[in-house]
């Protein structure tokens, strides 16, 4: 079955402790990215892969690193977690071109204390 | 700078309604305008759009594009309580066609 796969699907931690989101796909998909939704603010942009080792900035970089060594996998990495990162995270995919969907994990709610 | 502007925020209507959903783009380049629906989990795909003035259609559900006046409309007939959601409208950027740009939603509530 074609899937996205993020793990943990729930998250509580405390300020400053470092934690990584794992994403997976199996459709050999060129693009990837993280994204960030808070109430009110819809849908943003962390980070996003056109391929391996090229990753590039969305729109709100601030607090998060990631990777991309291999095709099928892209970790988000909060190196030290802040309270403001407390949110629901998707990782997706979609596959190189203009003109083709995204598919979505199930998502990770990620809450800082 | 490219943005998705969508409308209403929220609106609630009593089943058997009719709803149409507006986004407008500004986005350089267009290629394509994606249509999602989001309950309480990961948004699902429903329409993509690349073509004005063609409707895609699946079942209750239909979508038009147009590319002149830079909006797209999403119509549901005959709403069921089923048709709760975030529906979100999503454009692919120019500078990185990994890029999408989302609108912040509209949120429909179906009253039984």
């Known amino acids: 079955e074609a899937q996205v796969t993020q793990n943990p699907r729930y998250l509580i931690t405390v300020t400053g402790k470092k934690l990584t989101v794992t994403c997976s796909q199996n459709?050999?998909?060129?693009?990837m990215s993280w994204y960030r939704q808070d109430p009110g603010l819809g849908l943003r942009q962390i980070y996003y892969?056109?391929?391996?080792?090229?990753?590039d900035k969305g729109d709100v970089p601030e607090g998060y690193k990631v990777s991309r060594k291999e095709k099928r996998n892209f970790p988000l990495i909060l190196e030290s977690p802040s309270p403001n990162q407390t949110s629901l995270y998707f990782c997706?995919?979609?596959?190189?071109?203009?003109?083709?969907?995204?598919?979505f994990g199930q998502g990770t709610r990620l809450t800082v204390v | 700078e490219d943005k998705v502007v969508q409308s209403p925020l929220s609106l609630v209507v009593h089943e058997g309604d009719t709803v149409t959903l507006n986004c407008s783009y500004e986005?350089?380049?267009?290629?394509?305008l994606l249509w999602y629906k989001q309950e309480k989990k990961a948004p699902t795909f429903l329409f993509m759009l690349?073509?004005?003035?063609i409707e895609k259609k699946s079942g209750r559900l239909s979508s038009i594009l147009d590319k002149k006046e830079l909006f797209s409309i999403l119509n549901i007939t005959a709403t069921q309580t089923g048709d709760s959601a975030v529906y979100l409208c999503?454009?692919?950027?120019?500078?990185?066609?990994?890029?999408?740009?989302f609108g912040s939603g509209t949120r429909l509530s179906i009253r039984p």
């Open positions: 690349t073509s004005s003035g």
């Open positions: 999503a454009v692919p950027g120019y500078s990185s066609a990994s890029k999408i740009i």
């Open positions: 986005v350089t380049n267009f290629r394509s």
């Open positions: 892969s056109m391929n391996v080792e090229v990753t």
């Open positions: 459709m050999n998909h060129e693009y």
């Open positions: 997706a995919s979609r596959q190189q071109g203009g003109n083709t969907e995204a598919f």
